[in-house]
């Protein structure tokens, strides 16, 4: 059952569309797979067998450690991501580990050795890859740019819309969108205290800009923020 399920994952994938059927069903044979609850880690990337992974269904958190123990999170990785050990470099600054956010996830992963091979073996889709670690490197860097040049509450307004745009559910001009974190983890994605973020959602409440709960967060009009 999970050798055809991750088949059809991979060849859903824009990575592998470079790959023939056979080659798909090959790679499905050596691709791991694991189903996760909410809370559960699922990746550190101290571990002794460095791996790739690619995130099928739900939303993980990456939090970075640095020397002195500090946590924050990193990026917030969604349905078709890639995450893990991306730069095929086991050599990082910081430590990081992959927290599970919603209530299940799916997750494929490879060994990083045999995706090496892989790339190899396949120049086509190592020219994909490459391109796809270079736009996810600049989303970052764009994120790391707008919050030197943002105040806190322009950053939380960027951060809303951008989630409102890629995951929420249009209705005219109003955005559902399904909340997976909470104000601290909000406070850390936009570089401020949790206090300072729930100051600035009261804020927006009382402003009408937003509905917030635990469970949705509703923009009543995305063209406001």
């Known amino acids: 059952m999970y050798d055809d399920l991750k088949y059809w994952y991979l060849r859903d994938h824009e990575l592998f569309t470079s790959l023939s059927l056979s080659q798909l069903k090959q790679l499905s044979i050596i691709t791991g797979f694991k189903k996760a609850s909410k809370g559960e880690i699922v990746y550190l ?9 690619l995130l099928k269904k739900g939303n993980i958190k990456i939090v970075a450690v640095d020397e002195d123990g500090n946590e924050n999170i990193k990026d917030i990785i969604k349905k078709d991501d890639l995450f893990g050990e991306l730069s ?3 050599g990082g600054q910081y430590e990081e580990y992959a927290k599970v956010l919603s209530d299940d996830v799916a997750i494929c992963s490879f060994l990083m050795s045999d995706f090496e091979n ?17 736009l996810k ?5 764009n994120n790391y740019d707008n919050l030197l040049s943002k105040d806190a509450r322009m ?3 960027q951060f809303l819309k951008e989630w409102g745009e890629n995951e929420g559910i249009k209705n005219g001009n109003s955005i559902s ?3 997976y974190l909470t104000q601290s983890e909000i406070g850390q994605l936009i570089c401020t205290s949790r206090q300072t973020t729930t100051q600035l959602l009261n804020e927006m409440e009382l402003n009408n800009l937003l509905t917030y709960n635990r469970k949705e967060i509703i923009i009543n009009d995305i063209r406001k923020l």
């Open 137 to 141: 490197m600049k989303r970052l860097k």
């Open 177 to 179: 969108i399904e909340n």
């Open 88 to 90: 095929l470099d086991t």
């Open 45 to 53: 990337s101290s571990s002794d067998v460095p791996r790739i992974f």
């Open 155 to 157: 950053r939380l307004y």
């Open 118 to 134: 892989l790339l190899l073996q396949n120049p086509s889709l190592a020219l994909s890859y490459t391109k796809l670690v270079g």
